[in-house]
């Protein structure tokens, strides 16, 4: 009997749930799109998977891995949805939650909106014990002051409990103490220890990233043992992993004890997703653009590789604010993330201007031309009008668009209110959709002391091809390549996505003092550990690398940068690694004045599973037709519109052009040409300012 050679990628988004087949056995492909059910998401996966498998022919006993991502967690806490959760920690830091860095955001907003903690002041007990900065108890755990604080919990309801002691990432056993007696009095109530979560340096952030997990747990621990539960009872055999925030994958054991690590997971895929097919292309320097139906994510990738972070800020309440949400110690991959999808609502402000997003309809009700009860335009409604979309060819032609609602809503809610016509409300809705996401990427890229003109674009999600040719205009990108199967390409990211783990150990030290026979202690117990998970997740024995990485200062800096490290450490060659980094960052290198270390981290990560490649081998006989499409060059006038499948490799064709395929639509302007190259990804190249 052969064993299974199946693996299904599932990527559960705002609007859309995404499906990607991959049988090895046959070195194929398939992929699958169903709207997404937000009031049980397990069921648009389960109703998926039994038609995908339908279609290949094969059934669950043959799929040997499921890999699964989510904005759950990150909607959960957006939407301030989750448990109802307490915290205890040390005393005198009881309302550090409210503190946080004591910073402003922005200086001069008189009425200044803070992020409010996840748990209030009421549910937060502080208890008396103290460990100092070099890990030395000072203060016994006062284990009856526990005891009380676990009562007055029971008694105001909570569904979890956080626990957050000062320096307990150097020594945790004031923690574990405080996890066993709430135990005794809370059985069965999930405790999240911060010196499990994020066991580094900061403790405002620890306490946050403590209180998410346990403000996710109950929904997410409920979620994922119930669909693990009825994916077996379908007859799946093999594992269902998750993705994680930082592009890894693990099992569903250790996503359920530590959900905050699936914060980012959907992005992370998609990320994922764009190295890989950016390997294929041979394109190493880009802009990854996912843009599905809620939000759009742009990754900056250099080298085949995106950069990776330490901090993520969840919920932020000013999107482009960076100190206005919620900060987490997770590991993730860095990248922007905006409300600006398919589903984003246009409406006029009070001001009587014309605004887009963030607000989204998702797929309940979701945008008007779905003709499931929604009522204002969005993004994909007005696509349609510009004729981007076809009506009949939505989704393959599986699901038909209602053109003469989208007219009457827009002509109700924007036309008529801003004096214009439907076709300029429209026209409008794309321009300011496609500015805010240049704006973003923009601001994005300078950060990190890039010029965007340097790179190209690859763009995928079910809108991210309709928006692609637009953006690169505005940020004079010379090209871009949507990649096969381009409206399902996170959950192709899925199956890409090697087993992976991020471990750190904290401490503050100057580097002169530095004991090095712990610190390859501290690695060496790292390694064993992150080995032990990686196995688990389905690694190979011995079959795994590391990468190290040290958190870095000059003595008296508040921030630190993050240093690659040699193999071989001392204090000499961790001193150069760290003025490169600096140098590299900052354009100086200082010397002379006394360095720092905070945290040591190690990545380690087994080998990338591989896939079948989408080939291209169209008869030519490609063009389907002309239909009306807009642009800002041509006004509304006729364009060819082309069949994907049927492009021939090499074979170069001029803009204007629409080109369709099942899961998403690409629009190439009059300025372009595009062509098929032998990967089955479309390569279109823009003259002009953009070249």
Not at 114 to 135: C, F, I, Y
Request: aromatic letters at 6%.
């Amino acid at each position: 009997m052969s064993s299974p050679s199946v693996r299904i990628g599932v990527d559960v988004g705002g609007t859309f749930t995404d499906f990607v087949l991959v049988d090895e056995a046959r070195s194929r492909v398939l992929t699958g799109k169903r709207l997404t059910t937000p009031d049980d998401p397990g069921r648009a996966i389960l109703e998926g998977l039994d038609r995908l498998l339908a279609e290949a022919g094969v059934g669950i006993g043959d799929v040997r891995q499921i890999v699964h991502g989510t904005t759950l967690v990150t909607n959960i806490v957006i939407e301030r949805k989750g448990a109802r959760i307490g915290l205890i920690t040390t005393r005198g830091f009881r309302d550090s939650l409210e503190m946080g860095r004591e910073m402003r955001y922005d200086l001069y907003d008189l009425f200044l909106e803070k992020p409010e903690p996840l748990v209030p002041r009421p549910r937060r007990h502080a208890v008396t014990q103290r460990h100092d900065a070099h890990g030395t108890e000072r203060l016994a755990l006062a284990e009856h002051e526990v005891r009380d604080a676990a009562r007055a919990l029971k008694a105001q309801g909570v569904e979890a409990v956080a626990v957050c002691f000062l320096h307990s990432y150097l020594d945790a056993s004031h923690e574990r103490r405080a996890a066993a007696i709430l135990a005794e009095e809370l059985p069965g109530l999930p405790v999240t220890l911060s010196s499990d979560v994020a066991p580094e340096i900061r403790e405002y952030e620890r306490a946050n990233t403590a209180c998410v997990n346990a403000y996710v747990t109950p929904l997410m621990d409920r979620y994922l043992a119930v669909l693990e539960a009825a994916l077996k009872a379908k007859g799946l055999g093999g594992p269902l992993h998750l993705m994680l925030s930082a592009g890894g994958i693990a099992t569903v054991g250790y996503s359920r004890a530590n959900p905050v690590q699936l914060i980012e997971s959907g992005p992370a895929a998609g990320a994922t997703a764009a190295m890989h097919h950016g390997r294929i292309a041979g394109v190493a320097d880009m802009i990854s653009f996912d843009m599905g139906g809620t939000t759009a994510k742009m990754c900056l990738i250099e080298k085949g590789e995106a950069e990776h972070a330490s901090v993520f800020e969840a919920a932020r309440v000013r999107r482009f604010r960076k100190g206005s949400g919620l900060p987490l110690k997770v590991p993730v991959i860095d990248l922007i993330e905006i409300g600006a999808g398919g589903g984003s609502i246009a409406q006029v402000s009070a001001m009587g201007l014309l605004t887009v997003g963030p607000e989204s309809a998702g797929s309940v009700p979701g945008p008007v031309c779905y003709a499931r009860g929604g009522t204002h335009p969005t993004v994909t409604d007005a696509d349609l009008l510009l004729g981007y979309l076809s009506p009949e060819y939505f989704l393959g032609g599986e699901m038909a668009l209602d053109r003469g609602a989208v007219e009457r809503a827009m002509e109700e809610h924007l036309a008529k209110p801003l004096g214009i016509t439907v076709l300029e409300a429209a026209a409008g809705i794309h321009a300011i959709v496609n500015e805010n996401m240049a704006a973003a990427t923009r601001m994005y890229v300078a950060e990190k002391g890039r010029d965007p003109r340097r790179y190209a674009m690859l763009a995928f999600g079910g809108a991210g091809p309709v928006h692609a040719y637009g953006l690169a205009k505005l940020l004079k990108l010379p090209r871009v390549i949507v990649p096969a199967g381009a409206g399902v390409a996170s959950a192709l990211g899925f199956l890409v996505a090697a087993p992976a783990i991020d471990l750190v150990r904290s401490g503050v030290q100057r580097l002169n003092a530095v004991e090095w026979s712990g610190v390859a202690q501290k690695f060496a117990a790292m390694e064993a550990e992150a080995r032990s998970m990686l196995e688990d997740a389905g690694a190979a024995p011995g079959d795994v690398t590391f990468r190290r990485s040290v958190d870095m200062r000059y003595a008296g800096q508040g921030f630190d940068i993050a240093v690659p490290l040699p193999d071989a450490i001392d204090a000499a060659s961790v001193e150069a690694a760290f003025l490169d980094t600096y140098q590299r960052l900052f354009d100086r290198r200082i010397t002379g004045v006394p360095m720092e270390v905070l945290s040591w981290r190690l990545n380690a990560t087994a080998s990338r599973p591989s896939v079948p490649e989408s080939s291209a081998a169209g008869d030519g006989q490609s063009l389907k037709g002309e239909r009306p499409v807009w642009f800002p060059e041509t006004g509304m006038a006729p364009c060819r519109v082309h069949d994907r499948y049927r492009l021939r490799p090499g074979e170069r064709h001029a803009g204007p052009a629409v080109v369709e395929e099942r899961e998403s639509t690409i629009v190439i302007g009059p300025d372009a040409t595009f062509m098929a190259d032998s990967h089955g990804n479309i390569i279109i190249d823009l003259a002009g300012d953009a070249a």
